[in-house]
């Protein structure tokens, strides 16, 4: 496996070979409040995750509307040891629909103040150990934000900062009014959401766009990328997808192939595509499955070959590379 050479492994308590992504925790999404049985699936979950190695937790302010925060923070409360055991990661600048307007995106600086308070206070913290802009939103102000990440750095309530779901120009814009470093980039990557391998190498072909190069951009500035959606939704490693196209059919049979040969887990095959990328892409996997927490972690007994890695993408793709 490639060695982490990010800044980020300097925020990782134990150098995290993935993350855990905590949208599932907290319940539904709606006002309710959280119930003993969240709390207790949510403690059964933080444990699988750290027993496998996982100690980098991933949040939003959003998920499960504030809830997966909050029962996380009951986690912490009634045991606070393990404060010094994980990192935790959290974002904000998404706002759903209200009385002011529609869903939208929030980059002002005083909306990020307000996010950063209320998920300390729900996860019941004194410092996240990143801050992620959620989505990119086209009204900021790169100054602005500047001032706000200065402030929560200054003040020990904002150790590192970060984005998802950005470009490369749009990080590049941004950085250039921040003194603080931006260490990750979230986006989709995964063997059912192509577009990031694929725009390196089909730029200018058939009516292709050219490359973003964010992928490119964020390994030459030392900017972690993590991955959201990294599993497919099961898609490779268990979900029915007898009504599926039959590319993807083939790529599950692919991967239910190597996962013997290589006596693992086909969610650690799944993984292992990803984090064989020379960019070291950490996977922040999603499922509240003990069992599946601890096929997941997997992934670190296995090192894909350069032939199985393009094997897995030709197939997913559906058709050979130009």
Not at 59 to 74: N, P, R, S, W
Not at 148 to 166: I, P, W
Not at 195 to 221: D, K, L, M
Request: glycine share 6%.
């Amino acid at each position: 496996m490639n060695s982490n050479k990010y800044p980020l492994s300097r925020v990782i308590k134990n150098n995290s070979s993935l993350a855990f992504g905590c949208m599932g925790l907290g319940g539904s999404w709606d006002k309710n409040s959280i119930t003993a049985t969240e709390i207790k699936k949510a403690h059964a979950v933080v444990d699988a995750a750290i027993d496998s190695n996982i100690t980098l937790f991933d949040h939003a302010d959003i998920y499960t509307l504030g809830k997966a925060e909050q029962v996380f923070g009951e986690v912490l409360k009634a045991r606070p040891e393990l404060r010094d055991l994980i990192s935790i990661q959290s974002k904000c600048a998404i706002r759903f629909e209200d009385d002011l307007g529609p869903k939208r995106y929030d980059s002002s600086s005083e909306w990020i103040y307000k996010s950063v308070e209320n998920s300390l206070s729900r996860l019941k913290i004194e410092q996240l150990d990143i801050l992620m802009l959620h989505r990119p939103d086209p009204l900021m102000e790169p100054e602005l934000i500047a001032q706000a990440f200065d402030t929560l750095y200054a003040s020990g309530k904002v150790k590192n900062f970060g984005v998802s779901n950005m470009q490369h120009h749009q990080i590049s814009f941004l950085s250039s009014e921040l003194s603080q470093p931006l260490v990750v980039n979230q986006v989709e990557l995964s063997l059912s959401h192509l577009a990031w391998i694929e725009e390196g190498v089909t730029s200018g072909n058939a009516g292709e766009p050219y490359t973003t190069g964010t992928i490119e951009y964020c390994r030459q500035n030392k900017i972690q990328l993590q991955s959201w959606g990294c599993l497919s939704q099961g898609l490779f490693s268990g979900r029915d997808i007898s009504k599926e196209p039959l590319h993807i059919q083939k790529t599950a049979e692919l991967v239910k192939r190597l996962a013997a040969q290589y006596q693992v887990s086909k969610e650690a095959v799944v993984l292992s595509w990803l984090k064989r990328h020379p960019a070291n892409i950490q996977p922040v996997i999603g499922t509240t499955s003990i069992e599946r927490i601890k096929a997941c972690a997997e992934v670190d007994r296995i090192d894909l070959s350069r032939e199985h890695w393009y094997a897995l993408w030709v197939s997913a793709r559906g058709h050979e590379l130009p």
